[in-house]
């Protein structure tokens, strides 16, 4: 079972920042492509950023350039830098290891609230 651990989630003002982390095993982070999705109640779970072990980077088009995706590989690794948040931003965010169809792994969620 691979684990994948998110953190940095919780309540910010529109306008704020936030820094998602999610740890994942060394064995995967060295080969996967590392990403973040989002699933806001009622919506279909959506693609917010991905990284490719080399490098390679996409965004949606709804967080370009307010949002960074990058990845520590000494840590084993993968940030979400979330800058200029909006409400429509809330939603669970989360990770995602992908090498196949067959081995696509998913972390626990972490909640991301924008609100005054």
């Known amino acids: ?60 088009d709804f967080v370009k350039g307010r949002f960074t995706i990058s990845r520590d590989n000494a840590k084993n690794t993968v940030y979400l830098q979330m800058n200029s948040l909006k409400p429509e931003d809330t939603a669970v965010y989360y990770c995602n290891a992908w090498l196949t169809a067959r081995h696509n792994y998913w972390g626990q969620g972490t909640q991301v609230t924008v609100s005054s």
């Open 1 to 60: 079972q691979v684990q994948l651990v998110e953190s940095g989630g919780g309540l910010v003002q529109p306008g704020g920042s936030l820094r998602l982390s999610c740890l994942a095993p060394g064995s995967i982070f060295s080969v996967y492509t590392m990403g973040w999705y989002r699933q806001a109640p009622g919506k279909q779970r959506e693609l917010v950023a991905a990284v490719t072990n080399g490098g390679g980077i996409n965004y949606a």
